[in-house]
């Protein structure tokens, strides 16, 4: 098991490693090349963000990340896994073990309470039930919501819900936080606020690898990545010592 | 645990949507309803001609030697029937042959019978009514027990006392708030002292009974008989079904014997038992139980049908809830075995209707007709099971798209 402590002690950890990941679409007799040979590295308890102006790939290399999509060529190690070529389920076992997603539109299930939004990764580990409902109580309470169990999506705020959402992407203890413009639907005072949260994570020993257009949020990161026609600009690192190298 | 999931959201649609529910639950509904109604009805009266009827109508070990068979096997051929047709009556002097066959029965009586318009009483009448000349012992052979006064005795048939033994309906009828021993009746032109009355046997065929008057055979033969020499039938009761196979074949012989039947000659007479009609009441059964599936299959293709395309419209309006399921870690069995749960949930609900229903329908039968109704445990598992294989069956196909939707699509689906 990975836990928070093994994270701070091998800090220097690659994490996600990959090399000339492609990703190519057909569209009519023409190929789009969404990814061109992407190679990069990310270390374990590193904050990246994620930019490019849209149809830079940005989306494209979210979903290869999370596993939504396997990669057309090109190789893709996650936590010492390589995940390109891997079947639909086995695809499915690392999403719910090694990466908690955070979406711009929540994706709560609209019809079922907060609590079971959070047991739902666990659920799909074959966590038994009393555990899950002890686990997925303690993730809302990371997140302040200890109080809003039973309320349903549409009962809470935006920033609530995100927060649900947070909740369940950690309640698996995941390798990485992928989230996808997670403040996009949100005002400014509770986007802040659940930058924090991520901040808060971050220092906790989560890695979090955010896709964002917004420069005030990629700001908080440590290391910018740029994306532009599917190939990486830029590694930008910023902030604190971890200048993480490529 | 998925499987939990599917059950208690097919649970919460189906409260949220009663109406929508039903409709699309009424093939499966009208399917199992009519499987337990028939199969209740059926039961019952298989239940009845077995336990009750076979036995007060032949009685158990009792064989009875007749002119020509009363019941259609409906295996017989035309030209058979035709020969029957040709047999000799029975008469006084097959009762002593078949005495002499089996002088060891434990019981053996003779008797006519016909219908007759009316009996009266006072100004009281009851119409339809079934008059049998019987011998010393008839009444123990079939097992009827008087509720007031007296059966006929042997001194009756000798004196030839024009006294008779009414069933229960027409005492009902005729003497509604009267002691009916010992009042005069007239059928016909002929007026008897009522002597006794014969407890009711109710139930379906129970006007066999309650609807029949009982005269001493010396009587009636003098008084209503046709042709006073003839006899419509001979019962003899033994004590054990050994008992009762060995004097079957001993009566057959002795009245081939009588009559100069050549071997390999057909009988002129019938001889049947219980278990003769117990097998025709089973070939009813099976013709009936033949006909169930296929027409329950109908209703439960349709029902499945209709299933099938509630779930496909709500798979494809839960499409976004199956991407989350899957980034969160839904392998494509867990989405499959979620829908399939759903499915299932709805189409049991259906069967458990039908099953309430078809209970009602064959409870509403039993109370309004004499037909009585019988639910067998077997009855219900095999609704249930019907349900479950339909709710599999029709949550297959959309179980299946459902399975298959590339979780990226679906997580940008509205």
């Known amino acids: 098991m990975n836990g928070k402590q093994g994270m701070q002690m091998n800090g220097n950890e690659i994490i996600i490693e990959t090399r000339g990941l492609k ?27 994620i930019m490019g102006p849209s149809g830079s790939g940005k989306s494209t290399l979210m979903n290869l990340i999370g596993c939504l999509d396997t990669p057309t060529e090109g190789e893709y190690i996650l936590n010492g896994t390589p995940v390109q070529g891997l079947d639909d389920d086995e695809l499915a076992r690392i999403r719910n ?37 002890e686990k997925a109580k303690q993730a809302l ?26 909740a369940r992407a950690l309640v698996n203890e995941p390798s990485i936080l ?7 639907n949100l005002d400014s005072k509770t986007s802040e606020e659940i930058m924090n949260v991520f901040e808060e994570l971050h220092a906790s020993g989560q890695t979090i690898i955010m896709v964002t257009h917004e420069h005030d949020i990629s700001e908080k990161a440590q290391r910018v990545i740029t994306l532009r026609d599917g190939l990486i600009e830029s ?12 | 645990m998925f499987v939990l999931e599917g059950i208690w959201i097919a649970l919460q649609q189906v409260w949220a949507h009663k109406l929508k529910s039903a409709f699309t639950l009424i093939g499966v509904i009208i399917g199992i309803t009519f499987l337990i109604a028939v199969i209740t009805v059926v039961e019952g009266m298989n239940r009845y001609v077995q336990e009750d009827f076979a036995g007060s109508l032949f009685g158990v070990n009792t064989f009875t030697v007749v002119r020509r068979s009363r019941i259609s096997t409906g295996a017989e051929t035309e030209e058979r029937r035709r020969r029957q047709a040709r047999n000799p009556d029975l008469t006084l002097h097959d009762v002593e042959v078949v005495q002499r066959a089996v002088p060891d029965a434990w019981r053996l009586a003779y008797s006519s019978d016909r219908g007759f318009d009316e009996v009266t009483y006072a100004d009281r009448n009851r119409r339809n009514i079934r008059l049998i000349g019987a011998s010393e012992g008839y009444e123990a052979l079939q097992g009827w027990e008087v509720l007031t006064g007296r059966g006929l005795t042997p001194l009756d048939e000798r004196r030839g006392l024009k006294v008779a033994v009414i069933g229960a309906e027409i005492a009902e009828k005729l003497f509604p708030d009267v002691e009916p021993v010992g009042k005069e009746i007239r059928i016909g032109s002929h007026r008897f002292e009522v002597v006794g009355v014969w407890d009711k046997q109710g139930g379906l065929f129970g006007n066999i009974r309650d609807a029949s008057i009982l005269l001493p055979f010396s009587v009636y033969r003098q008084t209503y008989a046709r042709n006073p020499s003839e006899v419509d039938q001979i019962s003899v009761k033994m004590r054990s079904l050994e008992e009762m196979e060995a004097a079957q074949v001993a009566v ?60 496909l419209l ?100 509205e």
């Open chain 2, 252 to 311: 057959e012989g002795a009245l081939r014997t009588d009559r100069g039947l050549r071997p390999g000659e057909e009988n002129d007479f019938w001889i049947e038992t219980s278990s003769e009609l117990l097998d025709t009441w089973d070939k009813i059964v099976r013709v009936l139980f033949a006909a169930i599936p296929g027409l329950v299959s109908i209703s439960l293709v349709v029902g499945g049908i209709v299933i099938m395309n509630i779930m």
């Open chain 1, 178 to 184: 992928l989230a996808d413009e997670p403040t996009g």
């Open chain 1, 141 to 166: 309470a990371t997140v302040d919501l200890a109080d809003r169990t039973h309320h349903k999506p549409n009962e809470l705020s935006g920033g609530q819900r995100q927060r649900v959402a947070i």
């Open chain 2, 314 to 413: 709500s798979v494809a309006g839960r499409v976004r809830e199956i991407g989350i399921r899957k980034a969160v870690g839904a392998r494509r069995r867990d989405i499959m075995i979620q829908f399939l749960a759903e499915s299932s949930t709805l189409s049991i609900i259906g069967a458990m209707v039908g099953i309430l229903l078809g209970i009602g329908i064959a409870k509403a039968v039993e109370a309004f007709t004499p037909m009585p109704a019988s639910v067998p445990p077997w009855g219900i598992a095999a609704g249930l099971t019907l349900g479950l294989l339909v709710g599999v069956g029709s949550g297959l196909y959309p179980a299946y798209r459902a399975a298959r939707q590339d979780p990226i699509v679906a997580l940008r689906s």
């Open chain 1, 97 to 133: 073990r090694e990466i908690g997603f955070v979406f711009q539109t929540f994706n709560l299930l609209p019809r079922a309470s907060a609590l079971h939004n959070v047991e739902l990764p666990l659920i799909y580990a074959g966590v038994p039930a009393k555990e899950r409902q």
């Open chain 1, 235 to 246: 590694h930008d690192a910023r902030a604190d010592g971890l200048l993480a190298g490529v």
């Open chain 1, 23 to 49: 990703k190519l679409y057909q569209m009519g007799s023409e190929t789009i090349h969404a990814l061109a040979g992407v190679d990069m590295q990310i270390r374990r308890n590193e904050y990246i963000a």
